[in-house]
């Protein structure tokens, strides 16, 4: 199922969405669903955008708008050394760089800060909603920018977004950690394996479609790509998976 699908099956069940925070959406139909999808992890720290937002605005109120150089083109750099572990200059781009590694935070399946700190260059995702199309090549001092493409400059106040972004999830790291993602185990395990806040389908491929939408049915909204990772609603009360847990269904998607 593409992004597409799962937007048009939201909206024939919920109606438009009407407003999203933290891991929630909130439809027209009044109903609140659970989002483990996040924009594939962009959205990781909540959909509210917190002080990013506010940054963004902040900035944009001020006219920082053009083609020059602002104080936001170095802090960028910055806050990404700083994330990880490292000497970085950032270099955006409009697709992701796949031949550069990918870093995600909690990821065991991706390589850790110490193994990416010896690396000449990785890609990261903003922690930030509404980025779909951005991507950040972190790359060390005297890398050949020649080497990647399709780089795009940024406006100031979006740049000042994403940085704000960066730090919020570099405090988020130190305060997110196994407590808070194994409390869903429960429910979650028999249809998912965890690792940190990720999770993989353990339902067949041929099933997984038919099992997208049984979720959203229960109010669930989970990724809809088969081979990327879904997230565990941080913050979320126990309580949203009870339709899930509790249902006939899903006893055929269930592990075990």
């Known amino acids: 199922m593409t992004e597409n699908q799962l937007k048009k099956e939201i909206f024939n069940r919920y ?67 700083e994330l990880l572990q490292s000497p970085r200059q950032v270099i955006f781009t409009s697709c992701a760089q796949d031949f550069f590694p990918l870093w995600e935070p909690w990821n065991e399946n991706h390589p850790g800060l110490s193994e990416i700190a010896k690396m000449d260059s990785v890609s990261v995702k903003p922690p930030l909603p509404w980025t779909d199309s951005l991507y950040m090549v972190c790359v060390k001092p005297g890398f050949d920018e020649n080497k990647i493409f399709e780089k795009i400059d940024l406006p100031s106040p979006l740049i000042a977004a994403v940085t704000r972004s960066v730090y919020d999830l570099i405090k988020a790291m130190k305060e997110r950690e196994e ?8 429910v979650l395990a028999k249809f998912f394996e965890r690792k940190g806040p990720y999770l993989y389908p353990r339902i067949s491929e041929d099933e997984y479609d038919d099992f997208v939408l049984f979720c959203l049915d229960k109010g669930i909204v989970i990724n809809p790509d088969y081979n990327e990772h879904s997230i565990v609603p941080f913050g979320a009360d126990k309580g949203v998976f009870t339709k899930l847990k509790n249902d006939e269904r899903g006893l055929k998607y269930a592990a075990g």
């Open 179 to 186: 407590k808070n993602w194994f409390i869903y185990d429960q």
């Open 15 to 81: 109606g438009a969405v009407t407003r999203a925070r933290g891991c929630f959406l909130y439809t027209k139909k009044g109903v609140r669903l659970t989002d483990l999808y996040q924009a594939g992890g962009r959205a990781i720290l909540g959909w509210g955008g917190g002080d990013a937002f506010t940054k963004f605005k902040n900035v944009l109120n001020r006219g920082i708008t053009g083609f020059f150089v602002t104080e936001y083109d170095n802090q960028i750099n910055k806050a990404v050394s």
